[in-house]
């Protein structure tokens, strides 16, 4: 491999909390998507949901694990919001719970990955 080759890959890789915010980004567009649709899409709607479903059981799952390095207090509040994401997209799913509510929560975790302009940005 070319040192080119090595340089122009090695600027493809992203770190964990980017491609974190590129998911949950990718997520909430559908799930946004997803409430703008007439209701009776329901294929449409329910895989959205369930993406997004899916996307915060998995970050239970993980920080559940023993092996995570995340701080105790974290962890156990991810798993709290896993839980209630879960719970809330069945009632999303019968008509009487909001997109928005999910849509709010997933922008709200995308602020906290969002890149933090270091002192050095911040001061030019």
Request: hydrophobic share 40%; proline share 3%; charged share 20%.
């Amino acid at each position: 491999m070319s040192f080119q080759a090595y340089q122009k890959a090695s600027t493809r890789v992203e770190d964990p909390r980017s491609t974190e915010y590129r998911l949950f980004a990718q997520v909430t567009r559908a799930l946004m998507q997803a409430s703008e649709t007439d209701q009776i899409e329901i294929s449409s709607r329910i895989d959205a949901l369930d993406w997004n479903r899916r996307l915060w059981s998995n970050l239970g799952a993980d920080c559940a694990s023993t092996e995570n390095k995340l701080p105790e207090q974290l962890r156990a509040s991810i798993i709290s919001l896993s839980l209630f994401v879960s719970k809330y997209t069945s009632q999303v799913m019968r008509g009487t719970g909001e997109f928005e509510v999910l849509i709010d929560l997933n922008r709200t975790i995308m602020q906290g990955l969002a890149p933090q302009p270091t002192a050095a940005n911040s001061a030019a």
